[in-house]
């Protein structure tokens, strides 16, 4: 158990809708990472936040978006959904955001199933 | 932009030892690190090279090379549960992290 939870495990919709993931990093962490991961694409990076703040940001969609909340939590929401944007969807946090060395702690996953 | 290579799928022995390599292409460098991930699973951290040279954990080490773009994870006395897909990840100096593909390993007994 890495200490980062990700709700909800599964979630299933329809093509059109939006969804709201989302995680609770570590305690401590400041960093929240975002990452995709489908069959034929791998492990992409969506979006780094660093204590409220956007802090980088990879291969996100104009359809989703995300914030870090005060208490530190993240949501990411997703819209128009497709089938495509069928995946797991991954949240990391680590203690800082800016240094080199950068653990990253992955919470479990949520697996996005569109129809 | 970035780009990361490594083998798609390799096969080893128990006990044995394999290399898993790793090319990349990027601009700006800051770290490279290998995760291990089962499937199905949430990737979790192995090693982490910022400088040129080896870094050893136990049955696992990893080598980075700047200059070449080169990284490689080491398993040693390979075990069935080291069966997972190893993925290299490069971090470029604007925290953007870029997760190669991953390598499928499979130990056999």
């Known amino acids: 158990d890495s200490g980062v939870t990700q709700t909800p495990k599964h979630l299933i919709t329809a093509t059109g809708q939006r969804v709201t993931l989302r995680c609770s990093p570590r305690?401590?962490?400041?960093?929240v990472y975002w990452y995709q991961q489908s069959l034929d694409q791998g492990l992409q990076f969506l979006i780094q936040y660093y204590n409220g703040e956007e802090r980088a940001k990879g291969n996100i969609l104009e359809r989703f978006s995300a914030q870090q909340f005060p208490d530190l939590h993240s949501e990411l929401n997703l819209s128009s959904l497709e089938l495509g944007d069928s995946a797991l969807y991954f949240c990391?946090?680590?203690?800082?955001?800016?240094?080199?060395?950068?653990?990253?702690?992955f919470g479990p996953g949520t697996r996005l199933t569109v129809l | 932009g970035q780009n990361i290579d490594q083998p798609t799928e390799m096969t080893a022995t128990e006990g044995a030892i394999v290399q898993i390599n790793c090319t990349y292409q990027?601009?700006?460098?800051?770290?490279l690190f290998w995760y291990q991930q089962h499937a199905g699973e949430a990737p979790t951290f192995l090693s982490y090279?910022?400088?040129?040279g080896l870094e050893e954990k136990g049955r696992f080490s990893s080598f980075l090379s700047r200059s070449k773009g080169y990284s490689y994870l080491l398993l040693k006395e390979l075990q069935m549960k080291d069966s997972a897909s190893y993925l290299c990840?490069?971090?470029?100096?604007?925290?953007?992290?870029?997760f190669g593909a991953g390598t499928r390993l499979t130990v056999k007994p």
């Open positions: 990840a490069v971090k470029s100096n604007n925290n953007d992290m870029r």
């Open positions: 090279n910022v400088l040129d």
């Open positions: 305690s401590g962490d400041l960093s």
């Open positions: 990027t601009s700006g460098f800051n770290g």
């Open positions: 990391a946090s680590s203690v800082v955001g800016g240094s080199s060395y950068n653990e990253q702690f």
